[in-house]
């Protein structure tokens, strides 16, 4: 009977052997660690209605259905991936005006917005700006674009492929444009009898002035 199992022990060992061996040098299929945190948001916040203070005074509100911030990511920012509507006070905190687009981006270093898709700004005079893309720099405390843009007051109505303009929309010019006016925007008062003034110059620009951009990539923040 001895015997009998020392056979079986030999016979086995070598099996068992073998297992031990197996398990030993099996590796693990596991995905790799990730280190680089740059597309992952520090903070989302959902259905937004806030008001924004610039200096110590409120300038602005913004409502948006989402609000990503990733301050890791260079350069950081804030992403309004399902759209952004927000409102522009006056020291007194008036309405100045509101602007809404489909998608924004807002760079807090360069104070610079970006913005996407169905551009609209309105502001206290009437004029209402349209393109799908503007870029709002804080630091230079102007608007600008470098594609179509739509520009309509009460009095005129202005096309181009350049946009340049000051924060409250007041002072603005349209290069590479076309559109309609009113006769007393063209003629002086002393001329009106002749017709011979040359149009507003608010229709004229120089050539226009590309300013750097940021990343546009509307990749979606993880």
């Not at 110590?56 to 350069?75: A, C, F, H, L, S």
């Not at 270093?109 to 700006?129: A, C, E, P, S, T």
């Amino acid at each position: 009977m001895a015997k009998s199992a020392a056979r079986v022990f030999s016979f086995l060992f070598p099996f068992f052997s073998f297992l031990l061996l197996s398990c030993e040098q099996a590796t693990e299929h596991t995905a790799p660690p990730i280190y680089d945190r740059d597309s992952v948001s520090m903070m989302t916040s959902y259905g937004v209605n806030t008001l924004i203070s610039d200096s110590g005074v409120i300038k602005y509100r913004i409502v948006t259905e989402r609000w990503d911030v990733n301050t890791v990511r260079q350069p950081s920012r804030w992403t309004f991936e399902k759209g952004v509507f927000f409102e522009q006070f006056d020291e007194k905190f008036h309405v100045q005006a509101y602007v809404q687009a489909d998608t924004a981006w807002y760079y807090d270093q360069q104070k610079l917005w970006h913005l996407r898709g169905r551009v609209r700004i309105r502001n206290v005079n009437g004029l209402v700006y349209t393109s799908e893309e503007l870029f709002w720099d804080g630091m230079r405390h102007e608007l600008y674009s470098n594609v179509f843009s739509r520009v309509v007051t009460p009095e005129r109505q202005m096309e181009g492929t350049y946009f340049l303009s000051d924060e409250r929309m007041t002072h603005y010019t349209v290069s590479n444009s076309k559109g309609s006016f009113e006769k007393s925007d063209m003629i002086g008062e002393e001329d009106k009898k002749d017709e011979t003034t040359s149009p507003a110059d608010t229709a004229k620009a120089p050539e226009p002035i590309l300013r750097p951009r940021l990343e546009k990539s509307r990749r979606r923040t993880q």
